[in-house]
């Protein structure tokens, strides 16, 4: 299905390319999916332990970004080649035959924990209910869908402002990696943070943090590349925290539901947690959408300053004021080190009593 998405027939219609692309990105996001929930289900039993889990995830969240990083490569290759879909062509053919290879060795390797094994939900709608009706889960899984809206926009929206607005297409996979090696470089400091100060608290500081700088990328004038590189630097320094911290907090809140309910439901926590990040997604891909629909936007071609500033407000205003929010709405959040150790113990007991 990747290989389907950047290798179209040349010859078909807009209508049937328009079907072709749609088939392809169901096809590949469905099967994203169906390997991600199992892929973050097992990474939440990997260990009991409050901290070592931030580690786990934190060496995950790099490795995530990490990959990310050759993709804003990949776009800057095609945008400079003589013919860019035969460059599109080329990447995706062996970008798709090692990721096939690389995919494969997890399954592999890994495996549910014995004691774990067997104990799930009854049924789907259980599990689900249990999920929304978690309290600890219904805040984390709203957080992770807003810090989602917010980091959605730089993958999406860099491309056009580096060309029509900062006026750099030079710079379209640059810019976008210096938010990855920064967001990288400052996982581990996070999870010692959070080690010292506490999950909550680090993760409110620094979705603050990543709210600012991305909301100060309005103020950029054209051409003045030295503060967009030192905003979106500091925006990935930001968010490397909830990369470690959302899927570790979500370990701890699966332990809550297990306190509650005497069951196992790391795939259905993962299934919900997903769906929650990809209608982010969806919605930052719709507001775009419509934003280049009812604009001047003419693709190539010198912008106005209404689209101009359209594009400023969007890629600056949205993660300001979904980041802010979500670290006021996180500030509810309950389940802290001491309560999570309660319930530990609670449930190492309950395993030792049986």
Not at 49 to 73: C, K, Y
Not at 276 to 293: D, E, M, P, T, Y
Request: glycine fraction near 10%.
């Amino acid at each position: 299905s990747f290989v389907m998405i950047w290798l179209p027939p040349a010859s078909l219609s807009s209508v049937a390319l328009t079907a072709w692309v749609a088939v392809a990105l169901f096809g590949f996001y469905t099967a994203f999916t169906a390997y991600i929930v199992p892929h973050m289900a097992l990474g939440a039993e990997l260990t009991k332990d409050h901290h070592e889990r931030s580690r786990i995830f934190g060496v995950r969240g790099a490795a995530f970004m990490l990959g990310i990083a050759p993709a804003f490569a990949g776009m800057q290759i095609v945008n400079n080649a003589e013919v860019p879909r035969d460059a599109a062509a080329g990447l995706a053919l062996g970008i798709a035959a090692l990721v096939a290879v690389v995919l494969l060795v997890p399954p592999g390797v890994l495996r549910e924990r014995r004691e774990f094994q067997g104990r799930g939900a009854k049924g789907l709608r259980k599990a689900i209910r249990d999920v929304l009706g978690n309290p600890h889960a219904r805040v984390l899984i709203f957080v992770q869908f807003i810090e989602m809206m917010g980091a959605g926009v730089l993958g999406i929206l860099s491309p056009y402002l580096a060309e029509y607005v900062w006026k750099r297409p030079d710079l379209i996979g640059p810019l976008p990696a210096v938010f990855v090696g920064a967001t990288v470089f400052s996982i581990p400091l996070w999870v010692y943070l959070s080690r010292r100060f506490g999950k909550r608290e680090v993760w409110r500081v620094a979705m603050l943090g990543a709210g600012l700088s991305f909301g100060g990328t309005v103020f950029v004038a054209e051409g003045a590349i030295g503060p967009i590189v030192v905003l979106l630097f500091f925006a990935g320094l930001s968010s490397g925290c909830g990369a470690a911290m959302g899927p570790s907090v979500m370990a701890d809140v699966i332990d809550y539901d297990e306190y509650q309910s005497g069951e196992r439901k790391e795939g259905a926590y993962s299934a919900t947690n997903g769906f929650a990040i990809k209608a982010a997604s969806a919605i930052i891909i719709l507001l775009v959408g419509v934003f280049l629909q009812v604009s001047d936007f003419t693709p190539n071609t010198e912008q106005t300053e209404g689209t101009k500033w359209g594009f400023r407000l969007i890629f600056a205003g949205t993660p300001f004021t979904v980041y802010i929010a979500g670290a006021w709405i996180f500030g509810h959040f309950k389940l802290d080190e001491a309560e999570h150790a309660r319930i530990r113990a609670e449930l190492d007991a309950r395993a030792n009593a049986d």
